[in-house]
């Protein structure tokens, strides 16, 4: 695996906001509309997420199987892959490549035990035949790069070492945006600790400026992550109840 983000895949992979914003024509036929394919992505994020916790993998694995999950919409419809199928077979897909194995089996049962719901149930050949789909539509490309790693020496840099649990939730918050489809992973990290400066009300500006990035960058992401905490307020169940209802059953 790539060790250096520069000659990653990643880095080639990376997309401009309006190629990410697309909704497949056989989604619109559905009636699912770029609201609708966002707060589908979000309530993904967040099965792959519950998914996790119960077989018990490190949030790394997480963000790589909502980074495949998310990159896989780039290119391919929700109708051709449902999510309810295709967020499991993302989060075991990325346990075996961050060296995390989890038995599609496991999977399988945890599904059924926490979601009653007979359309989120799947078989463990259906999650092993979506694998090679997902390995086919990400073009074998699963390398990603995460914002974790140096967290702790840029918080402690900035002398913000207190602040390193609510910088890592930051971090995990932007996975239910698609924010790690466009920016480098450090530009995230840094937009993230921008975000825990405003929080805590600590003036950050001189340790930023001897970094020496681009603050443009940084502070858009950082405000995307504010606007998207604002918006998750009017988020209701019903909102997001609809827009799944449009997947309809899956085949």
């Known amino acids: 695996m790539a060790t250096n983000f520069w000659t990653s895949t990643h880095l080639k992979e990376l997309l401009e906001q ?5 909704v497949h024509n056989l989604d619109k036929q559905r009636g699912i509309t770029l609201d609708d394919f ?18 018990k993998v490190r949030q790394r694995v997480v963000a790589t199987a909502v980074t495949y999950m998310r990159r896989v919409y780039t290119k391919r419809s929700m109708t051709e892959y449902d999510p309810r199928l295709l967020a ?3 989060l075991y897909l990325a346990a075996k490549s961050e060296e995390s ?3 599609a089996r496991l999977l399988v049962f945890y599904i059924k035990k926490i979601y009653p719901d007979e359309r989120y149930r799947c078989e463990i050949k259906e ?8 390995l086919e539509a990400l073009n074998y490309y699963l390398v990603v790069f995460h914002p974790y790693r140096s967290l702790p020496q840029l918080l402690q840099d900035a002398g913000m ?11 995990n918050d932007t996975y239910r945006m698609d924010l790690i489809l466009i920016h480098p992973p450090y530009l995230i990290g840094l937009a993230c600790i921008y975000v825990a400066s405003v929080l805590n009300e600590k003036d950050n ?27 998750q307020r009017t988020i209701s169940d019903e909102r997001v109840n609809a827009a799944m209802h449009k997947l309809g059953l899956r085949k």
């Open 88 to 90: 499991p077979s993302c």
């Open 18 to 22: 309006e190629e990410v914003d697309v």
């Open 127 to 134: 999650i092993l035949e979506m694998e090679m789909k997902i």
């Open 205 to 231: 500006t001189a340790w930023f400026e001897d970094l020496r990035v681009d603050m443009n960058v940084v502070k858009n992401i950082a405000m995307e992550i504010l606007d998207f905490y604002d918006k």
């Open 101 to 103: 194995t989890v038995q």
């Open 161 to 171: 070492s207190d602040a390193i649990q609510l910088t890592w939730g930051i971090v």
């Open 38 to 55: 966002k707060l589908i992505k979000l309530q993904m994020t967040n099965y792959i997420a519950r998914l996790a916790q119960n077989v």
